[in-house]
C-alpha cells in the first residue's frame, strides 16, 4: 500500500523556522500524477487546509493564515513533498498532515508530525 512518511516537526520558539518532509514510496503512479497537500490539526479543532501544491509543482495555493510564511515545494524526483515554515507562532502548534490524491478516486495520509511553537 501507499506510504507517507513525515518528518522535520519538533519544538521550536516564536518566529523559528522548520521544514517539513513527506517521503512518498509504493503507490502505483508515477509520483509527477498526485496531488499533495498539508493539513494541521490542532487538539479540539477541525483539520485545516495548509497549503495545495499542483502535480508539477506549477500552481500552489496556502490558507490565509499562512500566507507569507510558508512555502510548499516538492521534488517529483524524490518522491517527496516539503512544507517550508518561517516566523512560526503558537497558533502554528498542531499536528502536519501530509496528504496525497489521484483525482477524486484515491486519497492518502501520513501519519503525521507535531509542530509545538511555544517558548
Known amino acids: 500500500q501507499v506510504q507517507l512518511v513525515e518528518s522535520g516537526g519538533g519544538l521550536v520558539q516564536p518566529g523559528g523556522s522548520l521544514r517539513l518532509s513527506c517521503a512518498a514510496s509504493r503507490f502505483t503512479f508515477a509520483f509527477s500524477n498526485y496531488l499533495m497537500r498539508w493539513y494541521r490539526q490542532a487538539p479540539g479543532k477541525e483539520r485545516e487546509l495548509v497549503a495545495t501544491i499542483s502535480n508539477d509543482g506549477g500552481v500552489t495555493t496556502l490558507a490565509d493564515s499562512v500566507k507569507g510564511r510558508f512555502t510548499i515545494s516538492r521534488d517529483n524526483a524524490k518522491n517527496t513533498v516539503y512544507l517550508q515554515m518561517n516566523s512560526l507562532q503558537p497558533e502554528d502548534t498542531a499536528v502536519y498532515y501530509c496528504?496525497?490524491?489521484?483525482?477524486?478516486?484515491?486519497?492518502?495520509w501520513g501519519q503525521g508530525t507535531q509542530v509545538t511553537v511555544s517558548s
Open positions: 496528504k496525497m490524491s489521484l483525482g477524486g478516486l484515491y486519497d492518502y
